[in-house]
């Protein structure tokens, strides 16, 4: 090449990953042929830049340095623990403010710390009592950055390194805060990807005590703004201090699958280890997915939402809990219980939509409308389909079918219970409905003589006690003093995918309860306690080791002093419901089902540990009890499902059984077989291990 000027005739830039090629076509120019060289170098440099542009499609009115940040801060989120020691002082360099640099921390090797979900969630229940919701985010912070499960056990541990079960930085500047940690520090390395980890300088507590109270500190004042946008979003975007951006956040939601995944395992390890409750847990998932509905594929931009609800508060989106009655006709009026029903924009019954001017909405918990007119399909006596309501925020489609049925033409009862959704658990707001459901029968427009006068909510999910009075304006009523109650009892766990699960082991109608009622039958009183022990003692006892939930329907009935006036009585339902958190003391005891003939001869097994149970067409049931020492049993009982009642069995045990249990009833239908006992250590307590239910 020679030296001089050269006019360019021709300039290509060829781009892909990786490589960068420019090649120029020009003519040799005599030194004072052209202008200055500066000249070409700007028309090079502008060709160049507008070339880039176009291919890359870059918008010159944005900045691309908060897009960049952003793509380098979300490859740093930790979204699963997988945390490992480092080499002391590996990680000093990255220590750059002068609170740490100038006032003497040290690194020192890390000793690790472990604490099981349950020694957590009591802790929390001890430092932060009465405050549920900050004490599920501190346990849920705590664990997608430390918590391990164990292939050895079923719960795993919080595996942190010096009582820092958060991984808590010296990177980020704690401010006031820093007197609550150690000055020692460790180097350990955190993975944020499958390939990519970071060694990082991690405080020390003194204890999982300071921890917590560490972490209340940090995140009491954040509760409402990780309630608007999520366990997920709060955490990707804010957590310790500002990290990737919302916006970013929304465009790229399936980048983080996995931080919501590991939420979702979370909460289900907090309810299971008796932290949180099942409602709170169902309301904090349902923000996350609220939020990350926002969210949309890269480059496009994600539609604005209002802002999802408060725990606690009546906001959208709307849920549609129960429905009165099941089915009807045209001109049935229909009652719609759940929350957040302030702006309804539409109903849909099956097919047809419901005219503005036929729904009233009476508060955020009840509406009604009035049934229209819809085609029936071709050769079918019946139309069934869902019940969806649509707000400003959002659709709400019933789980269970609604039945148009001409032939209710002439019907205008309706069932007080309504067609429950058993998938979905009301939260009750704090702002309660004065009037007990408006009116419990949508056919019945009568006089209402009763209003609910207090409802206090139970720390744990459900109720904890609930007032009603007879209207002083509503004229002479009594309350009959003699209330009915229908129930069902449900124990609520997680099977194999952390997903939670409710079987029903008792139901009840009609159940006379006595007490409730003051002596001038002017006021009903139900708290959980009384209610406990005036029903539910011995079963929540028999499982003391789960957590239970009882549905309750009390129906009052209402009788005017005045029977010219008000010819009629009026009955109104009070519902209440009972969550009961595991006992603190868990038996060992367990029943496992080891063999299941249909003919033949006793199993081969032996000893006082089994149990056999006689089909009554050939064949038994064989359950084993376990452990077999440290243990004293003091009972066997059966009982029939679901109404668990307490059965008549023979139970027969010698050298004809192979000294095993042999059991016969002398029913048919569905059963479960129970062992009271006693741990040797703990004589004072007595626990019950059940079996699975069993058919003969």
């Not at 049925?405 to 007080?416: I, R, V």
């Not at 009116?439 to 999910?461: A, F």
């Not at 957590?547 to 339902?573: F, G, H, R, Y």
């Amino acid at each position: 090449m020679f030296n001089g000027p050269y006019m360019i005739t021709d300039v290509n830039h060829t781009i892909q990953p990786g490589t960068f090629q420019t090649t120029f076509d020009g003519i040799r120019q005599g030194i004072y042929d052209l202008p200055a060289i500066d000249s070409f170098l700007q028309s090079i440099n502008q060709s160049l830049i507008t070339k880039l542009e176009e291919l890359l499609k870059i918008n010159k009115e944005q900045d691309p340095v908060s897009a960049t940040t952003d793509n380098i801060k979300s490859t740093e989120v930790v979204q699963q623990a997988d945390n490992t020691l480092d080499t002391t002082n590996s990680c000093t360099a990255k220590i750059t403010d002068p609170v740490y640099v100038n006032g003497g921390y040290v690194s020192v090797n890390g000793e690790l710390t472990k604490r099981t979900p349950q020694d957590f969630a009591d802790a929390l229940k001890r430092l932060l009592p009465n405050n549920p919701i900050l004490q599920t985010i501190i346990y849920c912070i705590s664990y997608i950055r430390t918590f391990k499960s164990n292939s050895n056990t079923e719960v795993g541990s919080f595996n942190g390194w010096n009582h820092n079960f958060a991984t808590i930085s010296l990177e980020t500047n704690l401010a006031g805060q820093v007197s609550q940690i150690k000055k020692t520090y460790s180097c350990v390395n955190i993975k944020t990807t499958p390939s990519s980890s970071s060694s990082k300088p991690i405080a020390h507590f003194d204890s999982l005590d300071t921890y917590i109270n560490f972490m209340s500190g940090r995140l009491s004042e954040r509760v409402p703004l990780v309630l608007d946008l999520g366990l997920s979003k709060y955490y990707v975007c804010y957590w310790p201090t500002t990290n990737v951006s919302e916006q970013y956040y929304d465009s790229n939601i399936n980048e983080f699958k996995q931080t919501t995944d590991t939420f979702y395992k979370a909460l289900a390890s907090s309810v299971k280890a008796g932290l949180t409750s099942i409602d709170l847990s169902i309301e904090l998932k349902e923000i996350i997915k609220n939020n990350d509905k926002k969210g949309s594929t890269p480059g496009v931009t994600p539609t604005p939402t209002p802002i999802p609800p408060n725990i606690g508060q009546t906001c959208p989106p709307p849920v549609l809990s129960t429905f009165s009655p099941s089915a009807g006709y045209t001109g049935t009026i229909v009652q719609v219980n759940g929350r957040n029903f302030e702006s309804v924009k539409s109903i849909r019954v099956i097919n047809k939509d419901v005219e503005l001017k036929d729904i009233t909405v009476f508060n955020p918990q009840t509406l009604r409308f009035i049934l229209p007119s819809i085609q029936l399909p071709e050769g079918q006596s019946v139309a069934t389909g869902r019940i969806s309501v649509t707000t400003e925020y959002g659709t709400f489609e019933s789980l269970v079918d609604f039945t148009f049925n001409p032939a209710l033409e002439n019907e205008t009862t309706s069932s007080a219970g309504g067609n429950a959704n058993t998938k979905i658990t009301q939260v009750v707001p704090v702002a309660e409905q004065n009037k007990i459901g408006a009116n419990p029968n949508p056919q019945n427009t009568g006089i209402n003589p009763l209003e609910t006068t207090t409802r206090t909510k139970s720390p744990i999910g459900g109720d904890e006690e609930v007032i009603v009075k007879v209207d002083p304006n509503a004229g002479g009523w009594k309350i009959d003093d003699q209330p009915v109650m229908s129930y069902k009892v449900y124990t609520v766990g997680l099977n194999a995918n952390n997903t939670i699960t409710r079987d029903s082991i008792k139901s009840a109608e009609d159940v006379v309860i006595e007490g409730f009622v003051s002596e001038d039958k002017q006021t009903f009183t139900c708290t959980k306690q009384n209610l406990i022990e005036s029903e539910f003692e011995g079963i929540l006892n028999l499982y003391k080791d789960s957590n239970v939930q009882i549905e309750v329907s009390i129906t009052l009935l209402v009788i005017p002093d005045d029977a010219i006036k008000n010819p009629k009585d009026v009955t109104q339902p009070v519902p209440f419901k009972i969550n009961v958190l595991p006992s603190e003391k868990k038996g060992k005891g367990k029943l496992t089902l080891v063999s299941n003939t249909n003919f033949g001869e006793l199993p081969n097994l032996n000893g006082d540990s089994y149990y056999n149970i006689i089909k009554p067409n050939g064949g038994y049931y064989t359950y084993q009890f376990t452990p077999i020492t440290n243990i004293t049993k003091e009972k066997v009982e059966v009982y029939i499902v679901p109404e668990f009642e307490k059965m008549n069995i023979t139970i027969t045990n010698g050298p004809n059984t192979k000294y095993t249990n042999l059991i016969q009833l002398s029913a048919l239908g569905t059963f479960q077989l129970g062992v009271r006992y006693k741990q040797n250590n703990e004589l004072n307590s007595t626990f019950v291990a059940t079996s699975e239910k069993f058919i003969l």
